[in-house]
């Protein structure tokens, strides 16, 4: 199993931290499928889907950093998707 519940728990603690200090104070879910780690906000975040998607790619990002300098892993392959319910519906329709 490549992502431990101990840095799952992690990056939920990181988010529940960051997401305040943009005045943001949406429900997520996290689920593990092998590699990647999904978190699904409840709603979105944002008006503009790019201004979201911008966001999600710079979190996604910063997250992974956090965890390879506190584990000091290389976390090679492991990747980290965040999207929101009303984004991801969007996109399919």
């Not at 790619?57 to 956090?66: A, M, N, P, T």
């Not at 976390?75 to 009303?86: A, E, P």
Request: hydrophobic share 40%.
């Amino acid at each position: 199993e490549y992502w431990t519940p101990e840095q799952v728990a992690d990056i939920k603690g990181w988010l529940q931290e960051f997401l305040p200090l943009l005045s943001l104070n949406v429900p997520f879910d996290t689920a593990v499928d092998n590699k990647m780690l999904k978190i699904m906000f409840e709603q979105r975040l944002f008006d503009s889907r790019d201004d979201e998607r911008q966001l999600f790619g710079g979190l996604s990002y910063l997250l992974i950093q956090f965890l390879k300098k506190k584990y000091k892993q290389k976390l090679r392959g492991y990747h980290l998707l965040i999207s929101s319910k009303d984004h991801a519906a969007g996109e399919q329709s």
